[in-house]
């Protein structure tokens, strides 16, 4: 069974689009994250939500909108989309907020054009 | 902000042989963590520091809280072809629900052929 799961896997879309990326974890974790990776593999965290709340909102582009429709699952927004979003976003959840144990999906891979 | 300098960036080792990495910061962690990274996967946490000079090992890889809580390092004696990855190291200033983790650069790990 998956504990952390993302789709899709992969993502290639044009400049300006607008795409969302899903994160489902069947682990029962109050807190949900997500991670942005470069192509340097430098890996920052981007947001965070406990129990639907937003917890840490780093300095994110607001074109980033995270929505949390329970604690199962935090999705991703993107609207107009840039070159410099190109990067694999990874999803991870921990049992509690604060936290350090997390546990990461598998990551997406998404590519602008 | 804060930042983790990580050491080496890239090791390539004969298998059987031991390999050490470590990271350094410029700030007091409260949690040192190392994770590693395989291709098309999300991280994994390896190892999970406490308190100032742990010491905790994990099969093959040893990693210590430094004394002085600004530094951390990973030893994997005899290393074996599926220690290929990238070793992230990672800490964590304080428990709350808003203390975020830092990730290092990371050390990427191949076996010479």
């Known amino acids: 069974d998956t504990a952390v799961s993302q789709t899709p896997k992969y993502l290639v879309t044009q400049m300006g689009n607008d795409k969302s990326i899903k994160c489902e974890q069947n682990?029962?974790?109050?807190?949900m994250y997500w991670y942005k990776q470069d192509s340097k593999k430098f890996l920052k965290i981007m947001f965070s939500y406990n129990n639907k709340e937003l917890i840490i909102n780093e300095t994110v582009p607001n074109r980033f909108s995270p929505k949390s429709p329970d604690k199962a699952h935090l999705n991703l927004h993107i609207n107009s989309l840039e070159l410099g979003d190109s990067a694999v976003y990874f999803c991870?959840?921990?049992?509690?907020?604060?936290?350090?144990?997390?546990?990461f999906g598998p990551g997406t891979r998404l590519t602008v054009l | 902000g804060q930042q983790l300098n990580q050491s080496p960036q890239s090791m390539f080792i004969q298998e059987g042989e031991d390999v050490s990495m470590n990271c350094t910061s410029s700030?007091?962690?409260?949690?040192w963590l190392w994770y590693k990274q395989e291709p098309g996967e999300g991280p994994v946490l390896l190892i999970a520091?406490?308190?100032?000079?742990e010491l905790t090992s994990n099969g093959r890889l040893t990693a210590q809280f430094g004394i002085t809580r600004k530094d951390s390092f990973l030893n994997i004696s005899a290393s074996i072809p599926s220690d290929v990855g990238i070793y992230f190291c990672a800490g964590q200033s304080g428990y709350s629900s808003a203390s975020k983790i830092i990730f290092g650069s990371g050390t990427r790990l191949s076996i010479r052929p």
């Open positions: 682990l029962g974790h109050d807190t």
């Open positions: 700030s007091i962690f409260n949690t």
């Open positions: 520091l406490y308190k100032a000079g």
């Open positions: 991870a959840s921990s049992q509690t907020s604060g936290s350090h144990e997390q546990f």
